[in-house]
T-cell receptor, first 113, second 114 residues
Framework: DAGVIQSPRHEVTEMGQEVTLRCKPI?????LFWYRQTMMRGLELLIY????????DSGMPEDRFSAKMPNASFSTLKIQPSEPRDSAVYFC???????????FGSGTRLTVV | AQSVAQPEDQVNVAEGNPLTVKCTYS??????LFWYVQYPNRGLQFLLK??????LVKGSYGFEAEFNKSQTSFHLKKPSALVSDSALYFC????????????FGGGTRLMVKP
């Protein structure tokens, strides 16, 4: 199994541009999570899905952030427009019902200049 | 609501010495508890978990953790630290029968010096 796959690994963009981060969860996992990691705030849960349905998006910072999961093998996190304070490492993780932990991807390091 | 506290931002230990990374938690009911490790420029990797049974849990790379219900703690331990253990460690908790959402602590940076 290739694990949780995120793309791109690094993204540098200018303020105001749209950014799309992508995630392919482990096949068979029915939970998908998006986290953001910064030095100041640590690891924050942004949103999670169960069976492709968003369950809790209370961690999404504001309307500029949106996440979709059109099918069981793909999810996107979009920021539009991006701002310098969005600079962080964004992690995707997946898990399966009845199991108790998650598998994390390697993350996308986003820099907004 | 569930929460996790890792009281130490950083733990320094000499190679070969025992190490402890502390974690306390708060949940309404019984917890599932986890430790993850993050190496530089990598995602979090699962180390070990407590679900039920023996309070002493053994995990990857020689790490172990002890569940202490009375103290609501789940400290991570290793008898003899290696320089390669230097990384960021996260404790996480999930309340039973409360969905599949983990709550992570703020992380503790472990520095093992030769």
């Amino acid at each position: 199994d290739a694990g949780v796959i995120q793309s791109p690994r690094h993204e540098v963009t200018e303020m105001g541009q749209e950014v799309t981060l992508r995630c392919k969860p482990i096949s068979g996992h029915d939970y998908l999570f998006w986290y953001r990691q910064t030095m100041m705030r640590g690891l924050e849960l942004l949103i999670y899905f169960n069976n492709n349905v968003p369950i809790d998006d209370s961690g999404m910072p504001e309307d500029r952030f949106s996440a979709k999961m059109p099918n069981a093998s793909f999810s996107t996190l979009k920021i539009q427009p991006s701002e310098p304070r969005d600079s962080a490492v964004y992690f995707c993780a997946s898990g399966e019902d009845g199991n108790y932990g998650y598998t994390f991807g390697s993350g996308t390091r986003l820099t907004v200049v | 609501a569930q929460s996790v506290a890792q009281p130490e931002d950083q733990v320094n230990v000499a190679e070969g010495n025992p190490l402890t990374v502390k974690c306390t938690y708060s949940v309404s009911g019984n917890p599932y508890l986890f430790w993850y490790v993050q190496y530089p420029n990598r995602g979090l990797q699962f180390l070990l978990k407590y679900i039920t049974g023996d309070n002493l849990v053994k995990g990857s790379y020689g790490f172990e953790a002890e569940f202490n219900k009375s103290q609501t703690s789940f400290h991570l331990k290793k008898p003899s630290a290696l320089v390669s253990d230097s990384a960021l460690y996260f404790c996480a908790v999930r309340e039973r029968n409360a969905g599949n959402m983990l709550t992570f602590g703020g992380g503790t940076r472990l520095m093992v010096k030769p």
